[in-house]
């Protein structure tokens, strides 16, 4: 028989990630609704970090397919229980989106993936290299996305066009309708997610997509670009990037009320519109220290080899 499309993850499974993200025992076993999944998603970005480390702190880069399956994500990020799989790890936008949308369809939603083009700036977008999930509760329409960093939404979005929400206050996000400038036919609108970061400031554009379901194969091809282009920003700078809950810095509750980054020489805390630098590197065992102590994150001596003599290795 060919394998299952859509693999599901386990009771088991779920109960380790839902744990692992710190949802309240009582969330455990709601059905799927809007405060449900809001409460999940603040949770995933607050706990599984948007970053691309794989590509530097390791021996080999992992070939782009491998990337992508629902096991392969499960070991990166909650774990499988063997020493060499402890998780405690996040990903790109197609790691995160494709491994959060297996966990709401294993949790009974209705959910399935899209493709987006990233805006590059000066009128510029990318190809499909962005992956959101659509979500479909009572009849209505809302796009998910835990994997774009510190300008993402904080809780899903209604598919309906130029209705600001706070996003990470003061910021705020919308969805509006529109073609971009290099269509042929300016009749084919995306919906394209803008974010501004005050109420007097200008929106900026985030990504486009459309309702189209993407498959297993789209994605396979898409991380062949992100991984291993020479002029993708993945290949040439470190990121990493989680937000940031109000118990975190003194307040009460789960609200996102920020954003944590960390590149390659400085880690950074950005709560209520005003930035805080928790640390700068010089060496290697800094930034190590770092993502030890604000993500959770650590590495072996294997993976600490591989970033040495490369662009963003820094001196022992």
């Not at 599984?48 to 390791?58: D, F, G, M, Q, R």
């Not at 980054?261 to 630098?277: A, F, N, Q």
């Amino acid at each position: 028989m060919p394998p299952t499309p859509h693999p599901l993850y386990t009771p088991t499974q779920l109960a380790a990630y839902l744990t692992h993200i710190r949802l309240p025992p009582h969330a455990h076993h709601l059905l799927p609704s809007l405060p449900h999944l809001r409460l999940l998603q603040r949770h995933q970005l607050a706990t599984v970090p948007w970053e691309n480390l794989s590509k530097h702190y390791t021996p080999s880069p992992t070939p782009a397919p491998a990337l992508l399956h629902p096991q392969a994500l499960f070991s990166k990020i909650v774990g499988s229980g063997s020493p060499t799989h402890g998780g405690g790890r996040g990903g790109g936008c197609l790691e995160n989106n494709a491994f959060f949308g297996t966990v709401l369809r294993s949790l009974g939603y209705e959910c399935y993936p899209g493709g987006a083009r990233v805006h590059m700036g000066g009128g510029a977008w990318t190809g499909w290299e962005h992956m959101v999930n659509f979500v479909t509760l009572n009849g209505a329409k809302y796009v998910s996305d835990v994997g774009f960093g510190a300008r993402g939404q904080s809780a899903p979005l209604a598919l309906a066009a130029d209705v600001p929400v706070t996003n990470i206050a003061p910021a705020s996000a919308r969805l509006v309708r529109a073609a971009l400038p290099a269509q042929l036919d300016p009749t084919q609108r995306l919906w394209l997610y803008q974010t501004r970061p005050g109420p007097a400031a200008a929106w900026e554009d985030g990504y486009a997509f459309a309702e189209t379901e993407f498959l297993r194969a789209d994605f396979d091809a898409m991380t062949v670009g992100t991984t291993f282009r020479r002029n993708s920003f993945f290949t040439f700078r470190i990121a990493v990037c989680r937000m940031v809950m109000a118990r975190e810095v003194g307040g009460e509750g789960d609200a996102i009320v920020g954003v944590l980054t960390l590149t390659e020489r400085e880690c950074r805390r950005r709560v209520g519109g005003r930035t805080e630098v928790l640390g700068v590197f010089e060496r290697e065992g800094e930034r190590l220290e770092a993502l030890r102590r604000w993500f959770g994150i650590e590495f072996g001596e294997a993976e600490r080899r591989g970033v040495r003599g490369t662009a963003v290795g820094l001196p022992d």
